[in-house]
């Protein structure tokens, strides 16, 4: 199984600044993906990292709030810009191995804890 | 789109038995995984199923029907280290997994 590393594991913002994510893999993955949780609810996709082009986004998420790198298999950043109250969450990057579809085996990094004031 | 339902909360004592079940609606279904997370934690990967029947992994199992468009998972003999959120994914479309709100399972001494 690929074993996810994250940072920072939390970090208190002040509103209208950037936090930005990173994300390591120990092994190569086909798919990267960038969640939100809010404490006591599910995990809501922010993204998909695609390696060398942009992020594929999901409704409600826009590159210009949320900027997402992936230069190469095993790495991939998250910036949460413009950062607001609204943004207190719980960001997860996560990766699928090679020649699994949606909905099979994921595995996750630990998360990053965000408190804005 | 994709919809999954399951309950929002169980409560079992230690040593029993505990089904979580979830319905799901999807266009293009191929499969449905099951996550563990603890409070604090990561989500961790349980289970998948593509094919109909029981998926057995020591004291968890994960049921399918794809008729019916339902599956379960199956917690034997509860610790309660069990104590956790349990979700439900199907594929999204592409590569996308889409979880279920989860289901939190509380297990009394």
């Known amino acids: 199984s690929a074993v996810i590393s994250q940072k920072p594991s939390r970090d208190i913002c002040q509103r209208g600044t950037s936090l930005t994510i990173q994300c390591q893999v120990d092994?190569?993955?086909?798919?990267m993906f960038w969640y939100r949780q809010q404490p006591g609810q599910s995990l809501t996709l922010i993204a998909t990292?695609?390696?060398?082009?942009?992020?594929?986004?999901e409704s409600g998420f826009v590159i210009d709030k949320f900027p997402i790198s992936r230069p190469n298999l095993t790495f991939s950043t998250l910036t949460v810009s413009n950062m607001s109250p609204e943004d207190n969450s719980i960001y997860l990057c996560?990766?699928?191995?090679?020649?699994?579809?949606?909905?099979?085996?994921?595995?996750f990094g630990p998360g990053t804890r965000l408190l804005v004031l | 789109g994709q919809s999954l339902e399951q309950p929002s909360e169980v409560t079992a004592v230690e040593g029993a038995i505990v089904q979580i079940n979830c319905t799901y609606q999807t266009s293009g279904f191929y499969g449905l995984s099951w996550y563990q997370q603890h409070d604090g934690g990561a989500p961790t990967f349980l289970s998948y199923n593509a094919l109909d029947g029981l998926e057995e992994t020591g004291r968890f199992s994960s049921f399918l029907s794809r008729s019916d468009s339902y599956g379960y998972l199956l917690l034997q003999e509860l610790q309660m280290k069990d104590s956790a959120s349990y979700f439900c994914?199907?594929?999204?479309?592409?590569?996308?997994?889409?979880f279920g709100a989860g289901t939190r399972l509380f297990v009394k001494a």
């Open positions: 994914a199907v594929g999204g479309g592409g590569f996308k997994t889409i």
């Open positions: 092994s190569q993955v086909t798919m």
């Open positions: 996560s990766g699928r191995p090679p020649g699994l579809a949606g909905g099979e085996t994921q595995y």
């Open positions: 990292a695609n390696q060398g082009s942009e992020a594929t986004y």
